[in-house]
């Protein structure tokens, strides 16, 4: 397996670095600078980039790495990435440093994001983050709530690396879906803690976020509830004066109930 060390860049982001030997990869480079610094102090050779989708801050450095490197540079094949030699829609498998990885086509946040699935461990760019997950831009709530329900189904100790340190702005909001949940609670307290130490959140535990995350939650009792109460259309509906509950509402109706309401949170 290769190893992964995180480039912090911009306000938030992380570059994620993955090395074997002296051979590279970087994943959404959005800046060259911290990647070129990083290849510099440790001798490496960047072969291969891996962008899971378009914004600015997740490909803004490719130019400047293909000019210097001259790396594959594997991309959503539907969207418009700089440099894009390797282009790829979602079921590919890929040889990054001998390592097995397989690309996931994760639509919602933009509609070509990809995800890079190796063993134990996923690089899913804006799709998920720690107790959130990205805004639709481009997608629906019925394509971002199956994207999210494939990196579910992947084992509990998968390892999850995005592209944003936004675990601990995201928990007041799980928090306001899900006031009773302990584990939502104690998860609030001890990223409080690790983030005033200078520690990163990064990466989550898909386990763990699937006990706290309202985005991995929809088929929950408590948020069901609480999409209802922000959403009058998933309430209960009074019809020739018989008042009865809305049809179960599906899961992705209370995805969009509940994303629509962190966007305002
Ligand atoms: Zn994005």
Redesign the pocket.
């Known amino acids: 397996m290769f190893e992964i060390t995180p480039l912090p860049a911009f306000k938030d982001n992380y570059i994620w670095l993955l090395t074997r030997g002296n051979d590279a990869y970087v994943v959404d480079p959005g800046d060259a600078a911290p990647v070129f610094a990083a290849l510099e102090a440790a001798k490496l050779r960047l072969t291969g980039i891996l962008i899971t989708?378009h914004?600015a801050?997740?490909q803004g450095g490719v130019a400047a790495l293909v000019e210097r490197y001259q790396p594959l540079v594997f991309a959503p094949a539907s969207e418009s990435i700089t440099g894009c030699n390797r282009p790829l829609s979602g079921d590919e498998t890929l040889d990054v440093l001998g390592v097995e990885v397989n690309v996931l086509a994760v639509p919602g946040?933009?509609l070509g994001h990809l995800a890079y699935r190796a063993p134990g461990v996923l690089f899913c760019?804006?799709t998920l983050f720690g107790a959130g997950c990205?805004r639709l831009?481009e997608g629906t709530p019925e394509q971002m709530t199956a994207s999210l329900e494939a990196i579910a189904a992947l084992p509990d100790d998968t390892l999850i690396f995005c592209a944003h340190e936004y675990t601990a702005m995201n928990l007041p909001f799980a928090l306001a879906v899900e006031p009773e949940n302990e584990e939502v609670q104690a998860r609030k307290a001890a990223v409080t803690a690790r983030r005033a130490a200078g520690l990163a959140t990064v990466p989550l535990m898909l386990g763990e976020e699937k006990a706290t995350n309202p985005f991995l939650r929809c088929d929950q009792p408590a948020v069901i509830a609480a999409a209802r109460q922000h959403d009058p259309s998933l309430a209960s509906t009074a019809r020739g004066g018989e008042r009865r509950a809305a049809v179960n509402p599906k899961k992705s109706q209370i995805f969009g109930a509940i994303r629509a309401w962190r966007n305002v949170f």
Request: zero cysteines; aromatic letters at 10%.
């Open positions: 989708h914004h801050d997740h946040h933009t760019g804006d990205g831009f």
